[in-house]
């Protein structure tokens, strides 16, 4: 949907170690968003881009960081994994304004 | 505080039958909502919205109704089918601020 690619689509990694997971876009819309859906939480969000290099904190932001260098690119970053932050994660673009979110396919996150 | 709350996790209909998911909201704020579907392993899709301007909204068999004074809306299928059955997630959002609160989701399930 909108031209989003999530990768990797599934990882499983360690405690303690960085994770770096990517959104691809290809309609050049201006906002993006990174979500993580957890059981009884829905979809929360950690951050979003109103802008290439123009990033803010969502409600689930700790442990969690952003880099958008160009349009079509949005990185996620946890620096040192925790289990925490096993979940489902999900990023969306939109061109702005009161305009519904396209999604990506999720990317399936394991920390042990 | 959840500021978005579907506090049904589940509901069963017969196909044919109307289904009807609900969402309530605390935030006054809120101006513009959304009603997204989705299936396992897939992100979600956007359904359909409303804007506080209005009190309903139709698009084939979904049609969304709000009450302001309530802040609460709801989402009817009518016929529901069982290609229907999915999590649905509703979300608020205000102008000016791009970013939407999603609900925990209602899991749909539509019998043959």
């Known amino acids: 949907d909108a031209g989003i690619t999530q990768s990797p689509r599934h990882k499983v990694t360690e405690t303690g170690t960085p994770v770096t997971l990517r959104c691809h876009q290809t309609?050049?819309?201006?906002?993006m968003y990174w979500y993580r859906q957890d059981p009884g939480h829905g979809l929360r969000l950690i951050h979003y881009?109103?802008?290439?290099?123009?990033?803010d904190k969502g409600e689930v932001s700790d442990g969690y960081s952003v880099s958008r260098s160009k349009t079509e690119d949005f990185l996620l970053t946890l620096e040192s994994a925790t289990s925490s932050q096993t979940s489902v994660y999900f990023c969306?673009?939109?061109?702005?304004?009161?305009?519904?979110?396209?999604f990506g396919d999720g990317t399936r996150l394991s920390i042990l | 505080d959840q500021q978005v709350k579907q506090n049904s996790p589940s509901l069963s209909v017969q196909e044919g039958r109307i289904s009807i998911l609900n969402c309530d909201y605390t935030n006054s704020m809120f101006d513009y909502f959304l009603w997204y579907k989705k299936y396992p392993a897939e992100g979600p899709t956007f359904l359909i919205s409303i804007s506080s301007i209005k009190d309903k909204n139709e698009d084939g068999r979904f049609t969304v109704f709000l009450n302001k004074s309530a802040k609460h809306l709801s989402l009817h299928i009518v016929p529901s089918q069982p290609g229907d059955s999915a999590v649905y997630f509703c979300?608020?959002?205000?102008?000016?601020?791009?970013?939407?609160?999603f609900g925990t989701g209602t899991r749909l399930k539509v019998l043959a």
């Open positions: 969306a673009t939109n061109v702005g304004g009161n305009q519904p979110q396209h």
């Open positions: 979300a608020a959002g205000h102008s000016g601020t791009y970013k939407y609160i």
């Open positions: 309609e050049n819309h201006r906002y």
């Open positions: 881009s109103y802008g290439v290099k123009d990033t």
